[in-house]
């Protein structure tokens, strides 16, 4: 499966953005989906993850109750909703793709596939 993301851009804090990370490939509803970010010097880190079905979701505690993700398997597509935006959610946004239930959804190594990622700049 090939990942594409976008959606990425530059907003003032307080504000909102939603990501899309569009997927190539008939079987893309057999693959839960991840989406990381790495702000610059820093190392990458987990946000969210989506189960194959959009069923089962993971949220990392820096996001929870201002980001959102959901998916529609018809589009071939995951959105991440990111509400109440701060300085510190800045960072190159990717989505990633692995084939099947993910055990550790928040794991790196969980992920076989990538996107090459979109930049979200918050401002103060």
């Known amino acids: 499966v090939q990942l594409q993301a976008s959606g990425g851009g530059l907003v003032q804090v307080g504000g909102s953005l939603r990501l899309s990370c569009a997927a190539s490939?008939?079987?893309?509803?057999?693959?839960?989906i991840g989406w990381f970010r790495q702000a610059p010097g820093k190392e990458r880190e987990f946000v969210v993850a989506i189960s194959r079905s959009g069923s089962s979701t993971d949220y990392a505690d820096s996001v929870k109750g201002r980001f959102t993700i959901s998916r529609d398997n018809a589009k071939n597509t995951v959105y991440l909703q990111m509400n109440l935006l701060k300085p510190e959610d800045t960072a190159v946004y990717y989505c990633?793709?692995?084939?099947?239930?993910?055990?550790?959804?928040?794991?790196?190594?969980?992920?076989?596939?990538w996107g090459q990622g979109t930049l979200v700049t918050v401002s103060s």
């Open positions: 990633a793709a692995d084939y099947g239930s993910t055990l550790y959804p928040d794991l790196i190594s969980e992920y076989g596939y």
């Open positions: 490939g008939r079987t893309f509803s057999r693959y839960s």
